[in-house]
């Protein structure tokens, strides 16, 4: 006998945004939208840990900058090591703390296959009060809090 599918609503998924990457708009950094705010319940971390789907990882500092929130110090390391174009398509998957899954897609709308080589990944790099210092092994992230007047959309 086949079980009914259960519905999946929409809170038992991550939340997710998405993002073209535009090279003249977000080579050096890339705004977070703002709606998307609201699922940092525990505070900002300073930084992020974006993941790609090979298991690289990358540390990417967080700023605030007119009311908008960027991925700042970082992302461009993340540009470059995954090769992004004009056109690609990015999804960046929210873990609830303070880390991304991102997937990337090409222009042929299939999931990139990016280089594992020459990636830093492994240590987590956390910046505490304008120092930078390599995180526990518990993983663990100190978290300031930014006062918050972001725009709707």
């Not at 998405?18 to 609201?38: G, H, N, T, Y």
């Not at 991925?71 to 461009?76: D, M």
Request: proline residues 5%; glycine residues 6%; contains cysteine.
């Amino acid at each position: 006998m086949v079980e009914p599918r259960r519905k999946i609503s929409y809170s038992d998924k991550k939340p997710q945004f998405f993002k073209i990457f535009v090279p003249d708009q977000c080579s050096e950094q890339l705004r977070i939208p703002p709606a998307f705010v609201k699922h940092f319940k525990s505070g900002l971390p300073l930084m992020f840990k974006l993941t790609s789907p090979a298991k690289k990882s990358w540390a990417v500092d967080v700023n605030k900058i007119d009311d908008y929130l960027y991925f700042q110090k970082g992302w461009s390391k993340f540009v470059e090591d995954n090769s992004l174009e004009a056109g690609d398509f990015l999804i960046f998957c929210f873990d609830g703390n303070s880390s991304f899954y991102v997937s990337i897609f090409g222009k042929n709308n299939c999931q990139k296959e990016v280089a594992t080589t020459s990636m830093e990944s492994d240590q987590t790099l956390l910046r505490l009060q304008g120092n930078r210092q390599a995180s526990e092994p518990s993983g663990k992230l100190d978290y300031r809090a930014i006062e918050w007047k972001g725009r709707d959309s």
